[in-house]
């Protein structure tokens, strides 16, 4: 009885619930991948120029190029685009567009069912489901177990669930590209990494995710890779990742090196080990920063992300907006114990993303490319989540990241409707304009009524305008800055001799800034968009429609949830509802390291401070739309291509501040001449190739020839060696 | 049991043996002195199988049967080459130059 | 038993081989270097028999003795090379020098080393020897070992000779293209 009792006592409240099925979410999508994959594979085989009407697919971001993915630059542009024939779907079109979004959504459905079980369970630790030993050397054992927890739960909820809507949107927007089966092989298998990132139950499976999603997210910039311009967008993700991964794996080197263990449960125990403030948990947790910086755009390593647009639109949605670009955030979450001793290192986080969130920002307002405009205002939002995981309110910053992935998967989402009816128009008129500049658009509203009333929701989103999502998350991060400053380790520290408190006020300030921003040139792309005279054309404007209703019924979903996702952690003051229901949902994952900022006392602002804090918000978002409508004329807007060259500081917005062109002529180029002048010519083909390589065989030959010298064929001289050996052998026998 | 006087005896027959190979040039002397060591060999064999046991003799058995295949051999080869070169000097035959 | 008439002629019989193979090596001709081996080869004979190996001793006359050397000196005047004034085959007195010290060298590390004595456990403390020849003959105390622990040895000698005879035949055979 006794032995029964401690046994039930020490089982998990999760044990032999669904949660024992976790690693089948992440299996379901990798299944699909293989399906889609294999499928993607054999229709390869079989393309090729027997069969020209599957080349005659037409369908690409950009209204001239890249549309036909499988490679056929001998096709001419002029014929193909006189017959208004329906381009014909690929082979595999059906089984592919059944086998894609159903694979999310039974992993979604799963991922529910654990979810619920959870809520139920009210587990305090995490459950930890052990598939088998992965790496067993010496004294490191890892294991690819999956952790089923609060927070990781929250990341698959989002995951799998916005990833099902992208998927279901992508039936869609892709059916008509040649590379359909390809897609959706690559999409599955994104979503397959980014579960094991946020399921794994240890820093190396987390790495294992977070090297994947790199890769699908390389394979799907570069995914019309016949444009040069695409495939180096791919590699500049990949490269510029690999700087961050590097600081990654620095500092998973050195948290086994110290604590001797990478397992989020043994390192959170572990953790007091170390000294808080320490220069060694510091260093490890800048390390882990550099790794997210790359992985989640942040300056200096933001440079990526507005590239990787070139990328078909849903994926801009799914991986450079609503998850894989949180990954950071979510590491800073998971390893929230290790921040929270590190007050420089927080301090550190949360300046660098309140200044990425300004200087994104300021891009973003300049900028003509729809997708650009978003892409920058993603690098700022990923700034404010950082600033909330910066300022130790953790679960302030994983909230603004789930509303945010629904506002931005909305938004991205909804300019790809308007893509697909730009180029569908430009299609059909044989027009080469660009279909993703803002100049060319304008009056949209009338068209496309759907996508411009969700893609309004969005905006006030985004823009921080109650009640919708936006507004209660940015606005918990603001407060939770705020409220930091008095009270807590960060006030009290120094970061590089200024005062922690006076870092916060100008983070706060920063964030309130950049607040103002991103509501000017979001309602700046929205009126340039959707509003004033349409400039598309008048032969394609009769070819403008709302997208069909596999591509809105997703926008429609993400619209409720971007209006109403601020329910999930309503702010402490509100008179009613679940009050910080995310906030105490995360309680047992970050919950401890909070409490460690602000030195064991619950961060609670006097509520009247809160009210003004909350009608400064408000009033900065609601300045930024106004001062936006009052001072753009879309009206004298004119087409892309009669547009002059931007002048003065307009021309450095529009430029992004020359950052580009500043790598290339600081790291890029210097590092091009080094490698060419001392790695290529000095260390390949001099020393390895000169010295190594053909060194040894000259030693070699030169060895050989004094041997074959040696054979004189005199079988008298072998004698005298011989016995001359058996001497020498005999006598190191006596001598000994 | 006269055993010690038996192997320092053979080791004098082994070295003038070796003393042979060296100093000579024809080939069936060469050979001749090949012979002279397996003897003294044979002879430690037959000291050793007074304290050891028969099985000494029987080894003496084995290395004079393996002598005599040799010697049929050897000069085989000895003669085959002699018709080729009309000489048995070791310093004119190279045929194993590299 | 040992005694002082058996160790005299132990003493004779040695220095005589030794005397021999010194002649043999240094004989120019091959015919007299040929006959001294012969000599030595008789001498080992005798050693053998008075140390108890009589079937070793007769087989070293009738196989050495009689048979191998009688082949050498069957090439030696087949190929003509009986002449003594036929240009030495002796090395330069350097290369002598240098051989002599290398077989003095060897003599010297194998004294040097003898000095080791040999594993207890490889002498057989219950062996007596001339209890076991009294019983039997002299063919019949090497053949017991011979054709029972090593039958397979003894067999495949037979295999050995063979291949050495036909390869002999194939050898030194006149091939008729040539």
């Not at chain 1, 017959?83 to 059906?94: C, E, G, N, S, V």
């Not at chain 1, 190594?692 to 004094?706: K, P």
């Not at chain 1, 016995?723 to 005999?730: C, D, Q, S, T, W």
Request: hydrophobic content about 55%; aromatic content about 10%; proline content about 4%.
């Amino acid at each position: 009885m006794l032995l029964q009792e401690a046994a039930a006592a020490g089982a998990h409240p999760l044990a032999g619930t669904a949660a024992e099925w976790i690693w089948l979410v992440p299996i379901l999508p990798l299944i699909g991948f293989l399906i889609n994959g294999l499928l993607s594979l054999s229709s390869v085989a079989k393309l090729g120029p027997k069969n020209p009407a599957e080349h005659h697919a037409h369908h690409g971001d950009h209204a001239d190029d890249h549309h036909d993915a499988a490679g056929h630059a001998a096709h001419g542009h002029g014929g193909s685009h006189d017959d208004h024939a329906q381009p014909a779907r690929h082979r595999y079109a059906a089984i592919v567009s059944l086998v894609g979004p159903a694979v999310l959504a039974l992993s979604f459905l799963l991922t529910t069912t654990i979810f619920i079980a959870l809520a139920g369970a009210h587990a305090e630790t995490p459950f930890v489901k052990r598939m088998f030993s992965w790496i067993a050397t010496g004294n490191m054992g890892i294991d690819a177990s999956f952790q089923v927890d609060q927070l990781s739960m929250v990341m698959a909820m989002v995951i799998t669930g916005v990833g099902t809507l992208i998927h279901i949107f992508s039936v869609g927007y892709m059916q008509d590209d040649p590379g359909y089966p390809r897609y959706f092989a690559y999409l599955n298998l994104f979503v397959f990494f980014m579960l094991v990132l946020v399921l794994g139950a240890n820093y190396p499976m987390l790495f294992v995710g977070w090297e994947g999603v790199g890769l699908c997210s390389y394979l799907l910039i570069g995914f019309w890779f016949s444009e040069k311009a695409n495939a180096d967008a791919g590699k500049k993700a990949f490269i510029v990742n690999r700087i961050g991964d590097f600081g990654f794996l620095v500092a998973l080197f050195l948290l086994f090196a110290n604590l001797g263990t990478l397992s989020f449960a043994g390192v959170n125990a572990g953790a007091d080990q170390l000294a808080p403030g320490s220069a060694l948990v510091t260093t490890i947790c800048l390390f882990m920063f550099l790794g997210c910086a790359g992985k989640s755009a942040q300056i200096p390593l933001y440079i990526w992300l507005p590239d990787a647009m070139a990328g078909p639109t849903p994926v801009s949605a799914l991986i450079h907006a609503a998850t894989m670009v949180t990954a950071g955030v979510y590491l800073i979450a998971r390893s929230a114990v290790l921040f929270s001793l590190s007050p420089v290192a927080s301090l550190t986080v949360a300046f660098v993303g309140a200044l990425t969130a300004l200087f994104a920002a300021t891009i973003g307002l300049k900028q003509w490319d729809i997708k650009k405009v978003l892409a920058y205002s993603t690098v700022s939002q990923l700034g404010y989540m950082f600033v909330g995981v910066g300022v130790g309110a953790y679960a302030a910053g994983v909230f603004h990241l789930v509303t945010h992935a629904f506002f931005k998967a909305l938004l991205f989402l909804g300019s790809g409707s308007v893509i697909y009816a730009m180029h569908k128009a430009y299609h059909h008129t044989g027009n080469h304009d660009d279909a993703q500049d803002m100049r060319n658009m304008g009056g949209l509203r009338k068209f496309m009524p759907v996508t411009f009333i969700l893609m309004w929701i969005a905006t006030l989103a985004i823009a921080g305008i109650p009640p919708f999502a936006g507004f209660f998350s940015k606005d918990e991060i603001l407060g939770s800055v705020f409220a930091r400053t008095h009270g807590s380790t960060l006030a009290d520290a120094t970061w590089l001799g200024i005062p922690g408190s006076t870092m916060l006020y100008a983070i706060y300030v920063m964030g309130l800034a950049a607040a103002l921003l991103t509501a000017i040139y979001m309602t700046r792309m929205m009126l340039y968009t959707f509003h004033g005279p349409n400039r598309t054309g008048e032969a394609e404007r009769t070819h403008l429609t709302e997208a069909p209703w596999v591509m809105t019924a997703p926008l429609a979903v993400l619209g409720v949830l971007s209006a109403v996702g601020g329910w999930l952690n309503l702010p402490a003051f509100f008179p009613a509802g679940p009050v910080q229901a995310l906030h105490h949902w995360l309680e047992p994952v970050t919950g401890q390291a909070a409490l460690r900022v602000t030195k064991g006392a619950e961060a609670h602002l006097e509520h009247s401070t809160e009210y003004v804090l909350v009608g400064i918000a408000v009033a900065i978002a609601a300045i930024g739309i106004a001062f936006a409508i009052a001072r753009l004329k879309p009206q004298a807007l004119v087409t892309k291509s009669q547009s002059p060259a931007s002048e003065g500081f307009a021309r450095v917005l529009e430029e992004k501040y020359f950052v580009d062109e500043g790598y290339d002529k600081v790291v890029v180029q210097p590092l091009l001449g080094v490698s060419r002048s001392v790695l290529w010519k000095g260390m390949d083909a001099g020393l390895i190739d000169g010295l190594v390589v053909n060194g040894s065989a000259q030693l070699a030959r030169g060895i050989g020839w004094v041997g074959s010298r040696m054979q004189s064929g005199q079988v008298g001289t072998y004698a005298w060696v011989l016995i001359i050996g058996v001497v020498a052998v005999l006598g190191a026998f006596s001598l000994r | 049991m006269m055993v010690p006087e038996a192997l320092a005896l053979s080791a004098v027959l082994f070295c003038i043996g070796v003393v042979g190979v060296l100093t000579r040039r024809n080939a069936i002397i060469i050979f001749m002195c090949v012979e002279l060591m397996l003897n003294a060999v044979n002879l430690s064999f037959v000291a050793f199988s007074r304290l050891y046991g028969m099985t000494g003799q029987v080894f003496v058995v084995f290395v004079m049967t393996v002598a005599a295949a040799e010697a049929a051999v050897g000069l085989a080869i000895i003669i085959s080459i002699f018709r080729h070169r009309q000489t048995v000097d070791l310093t004119n035959i190279n045929l194993l130059k590299g | 038993m040992p005694n002082f008439f058996y160790e005299l002629h132990f003493y004779l019989f040695g220095l005589f081989a030794i005397a021999s193979a010194l002649t043999f090596v240094t004989r120019k001709s091959p015919v007299a270097a040929a006959l001294w081996l012969v000599s030595t080869m008789f001498s080992l004979a005798a050693l053998y028999v008075m140390m108890d190996a009589h079937f070793i001793g007769a087989i070293q006359v009738l196989v050495y003795a009689g048979a191998i050397m009688v082949v050498f000196l069957f090439v030696v005047m087949l190929l003509n090379l009986g002449h003594p004034d036929e240009l030495s085959d002796l090395r330069g007195k350097w290369g002598r020098l240098a051989a002599g010290l290398l077989g003095l060298a060897i003599l010297a590390q194998v004294m040097a080393l003898s000095r080791t004595r040999p594993e207890a456990s490889l002498v057989q403390s219950d062996f007596d020897r001339l209890a076991e020849l009294r019983g039997e003959n002299a063919v019949a105390a090497i053949a017991k070992p011979l054709f029972s622990d090593h039958l397979l040895a003894f067999e495949l000698t037979s295999v050995l000779l063979l291949v050495a005879i036909v390869g002999a035949v194939v050898i030194g055979k006149r091939r008729a293209s040539t």
